[in-house]
Protein backbone atom coordinates (compact mmCIF):
# COMPACT_ATOMS: atom_id res chain seq x y z
CA UNK A 1 0.00 0.00 0.00
CA UNK A 2 1.52 3.31 -1.10
CA UNK A 3 1.71 6.08 1.98
CA UNK A 4 1.56 9.17 -0.10
CA UNK A 5 -0.67 10.30 -3.12
CA UNK A 6 -1.81 13.67 -5.01
CA UNK A 7 -4.52 13.87 -7.50
CA UNK A 8 -3.36 15.82 -11.19
CA UNK A 9 -6.72 17.26 -11.86
CA UNK A 10 -7.84 20.48 -15.04
CA UNK A 11 -10.15 22.38 -12.91
CA UNK A 12 -11.46 26.27 -14.28
CA UNK A 13 -12.16 28.20 -10.89
CA UNK A 14 -16.03 28.80 -11.72
CA UNK A 15 -15.68 32.23 -9.91
CA UNK A 16 -13.00 33.65 -11.39
CA UNK A 17 -13.98 32.51 -15.01
CA UNK A 18 -17.41 34.50 -13.54
CA UNK A 19 -15.34 37.58 -12.38
CA UNK A 20 -13.37 37.93 -16.05
CA UNK A 21 -16.09 37.48 -17.89
CA UNK A 22 -18.04 40.42 -15.73
CA UNK A 23 -15.32 42.55 -15.95
CA UNK A 24 -14.89 41.86 -19.57
CA UNK A 25 -18.48 42.53 -20.16
CA UNK A 26 -18.19 45.90 -18.35
CA UNK A 27 -14.99 47.06 -20.39
CA UNK A 28 -16.93 46.11 -23.78
CA UNK A 29 -19.59 47.91 -23.04
CA UNK A 30 -17.55 51.41 -22.03
CA UNK A 31 -15.06 51.24 -24.39
CA UNK A 32 -14.72 53.49 -27.07
CA UNK A 33 -14.08 51.81 -30.19
CA UNK A 34 -16.99 49.24 -28.92
CA UNK A 35 -19.47 52.04 -28.45
CA UNK A 36 -22.42 51.99 -30.66
CA UNK A 37 -21.80 48.42 -31.51
CA UNK A 38 -23.67 45.34 -31.06
CA UNK A 39 -20.18 44.07 -29.11
CA UNK A 40 -21.42 41.87 -26.18
CA UNK A 41 -19.93 39.08 -24.01
CA UNK A 42 -22.09 36.40 -21.90
CA UNK A 43 -21.70 33.41 -20.35
CA UNK A 44 -23.94 30.75 -19.89
CA UNK A 45 -23.21 27.36 -18.03
CA UNK A 46 -19.95 26.44 -19.64
CA UNK A 47 -20.05 27.99 -22.38
CA UNK A 48 -18.94 31.70 -23.23
CA UNK A 49 -20.77 33.74 -26.12
CA UNK A 50 -19.09 37.02 -27.83
CA UNK A 51 -21.17 38.57 -30.31
CA UNK A 52 -19.70 41.65 -32.58
CA UNK A 53 -20.61 43.55 -35.62
CA UNK A 54 -17.49 42.27 -37.19
CA UNK A 55 -14.00 40.20 -37.56
CA UNK A 56 -12.21 43.34 -35.85
CA UNK A 57 -14.86 44.04 -32.63
CA UNK A 58 -14.60 40.14 -32.54
CA UNK A 59 -11.20 40.31 -32.17
CA UNK A 60 -11.12 42.85 -30.03
CA UNK A 61 -13.78 41.44 -27.11
CA UNK A 62 -11.56 38.33 -27.51
CA UNK A 63 -8.39 39.94 -26.30
CA UNK A 64 -10.71 41.68 -23.67
CA UNK A 65 -11.57 38.28 -22.48
CA UNK A 66 -8.19 36.80 -22.74
CA UNK A 67 -6.89 39.78 -20.43
CA UNK A 68 -9.35 39.40 -17.94
CA UNK A 69 -8.75 35.46 -17.60
CA UNK A 70 -5.08 35.94 -17.32
CA UNK A 71 -5.39 38.41 -14.55
CA UNK A 72 -7.94 36.37 -12.68
CA UNK A 73 -5.52 33.17 -13.02
CA UNK A 74 -7.71 31.62 -15.45
CA UNK A 75 -5.68 29.37 -17.65
CA UNK A 76 -6.24 30.02 -21.52
CA UNK A 77 -5.09 26.61 -22.20
CA UNK A 78 -8.69 25.70 -21.15
CA UNK A 79 -10.83 28.22 -23.50
CA UNK A 80 -11.59 26.18 -26.83
CA UNK A 81 -12.60 28.93 -29.24
CA UNK A 82 -15.38 27.69 -31.76
CA UNK A 83 -15.66 29.04 -35.60
CA UNK A 84 -17.20 32.33 -35.31
CA UNK A 85 -20.68 31.94 -37.20
CA UNK A 86 -23.12 34.57 -38.87
CA UNK A 87 -25.78 35.76 -35.95
CA UNK A 88 -28.97 37.86 -36.66
CA UNK A 89 -28.72 41.48 -37.79
CA UNK A 90 -25.46 41.05 -39.49
CA UNK A 91 -23.29 40.36 -36.49
CA UNK A 92 -20.79 37.32 -35.97
CA UNK A 93 -21.42 34.95 -32.69
CA UNK A 94 -18.66 33.02 -31.06
CA UNK A 95 -18.86 30.49 -28.79
CA UNK A 96 -16.17 29.83 -26.37
CA UNK A 97 -16.14 26.27 -24.09
CA UNK A 98 -15.04 26.27 -21.48
CA UNK A 99 -13.17 22.61 -20.61
CA UNK A 100 -12.89 20.81 -17.09
CA UNK A 101 -11.11 17.64 -16.45
CA UNK A 102 -8.50 15.51 -18.05
CA UNK A 103 -10.77 13.35 -20.92
CA UNK A 104 -9.48 10.03 -20.69
CA UNK A 105 -7.61 9.58 -24.17
CA UNK A 106 -5.46 12.42 -22.44
CA UNK A 107 -4.93 10.97 -19.11
CA UNK A 108 -3.52 7.68 -20.97
CA UNK A 109 -0.92 9.53 -22.53
CA UNK A 110 0.25 11.15 -19.25
CA UNK A 111 0.11 7.96 -17.28
CA UNK A 112 2.47 6.32 -20.19
CA UNK A 113 4.55 9.20 -19.95
CA UNK A 114 4.97 8.90 -16.24
CA UNK A 115 5.60 5.01 -16.96
CA UNK A 116 8.48 5.83 -19.40
CA UNK A 117 10.07 7.43 -16.49
CA UNK A 118 10.74 4.42 -15.12
CA UNK A 119 9.72 6.10 -11.34
CA UNK A 120 8.30 3.40 -8.69
CA UNK A 121 4.41 5.32 -8.34
CA UNK A 122 1.37 3.58 -9.17
CA UNK A 123 -0.98 5.78 -11.46
CA UNK A 124 -4.83 5.38 -11.70
CA UNK A 125 -7.37 6.96 -13.70
CA UNK A 126 -10.56 8.14 -11.56
CA UNK A 127 -13.20 10.00 -13.31
CA UNK A 128 -11.10 13.12 -14.89
CA UNK A 129 -8.40 13.05 -12.80
CA UNK A 130 -5.34 11.08 -12.64
CA UNK A 131 -4.13 9.81 -9.13
CA UNK A 132 -0.81 9.17 -8.50
CA UNK A 133 0.96 7.79 -5.43
CA UNK A 134 4.00 6.21 -3.89
CA UNK A 135 6.07 5.37 -0.81
CA UNK A 136 8.33 7.98 -1.64
CA UNK A 137 7.39 11.77 -1.50
CA UNK A 138 10.85 12.54 -3.58
CA UNK A 139 9.16 10.22 -6.46
CA UNK A 140 5.93 12.47 -6.68
CA UNK A 141 7.59 15.68 -6.62
CA UNK A 142 9.77 14.04 -9.59
CA UNK A 143 6.19 13.09 -10.99
CA UNK A 144 5.06 16.76 -10.59
CA UNK A 145 8.14 18.28 -12.12
CA UNK A 146 7.77 15.85 -15.35
CA UNK A 147 3.95 16.86 -15.52
CA UNK A 148 4.83 20.97 -15.40
CA UNK A 149 8.03 20.13 -17.81
CA UNK A 150 5.72 18.60 -20.50
CA UNK A 151 4.10 20.49 -23.57
CA UNK A 152 0.20 20.10 -22.51
CA UNK A 153 -2.60 21.50 -24.77
CA UNK A 154 -4.61 22.00 -21.15
CA UNK A 155 -4.03 23.21 -17.65
CA UNK A 156 -3.26 21.08 -14.91
CA UNK A 157 -3.23 21.27 -11.37
CA UNK A 158 -2.00 19.05 -8.10
CA UNK A 159 -4.12 18.76 -5.61
CA UNK A 160 -5.06 16.82 -2.65
CA UNK A 161 -1.02 15.65 -2.21
CA UNK A 162 -1.24 13.63 0.99
Partial sequence: MSDFS???????????????????????????????????????????????DDEMKLKNVVDILQTKCVK???????LRFEK???????????????????????????????????LKVSTQIQDEQLRVSSKSKDDLQKVMALIKSMELDYPVQFVNYR
Wanted: aromatic share 2%.
Fill in 6 to 52: FDIVSKVEKQALEDAVNQAAREVATRFDLKNSKSSIEQTGADITIVA
Fill in 72 to 78: RGVSLKS
Fill in 84 to 118: PEAASGGTLRQVIKVEQGIPTDKAKKLVQSIKESK
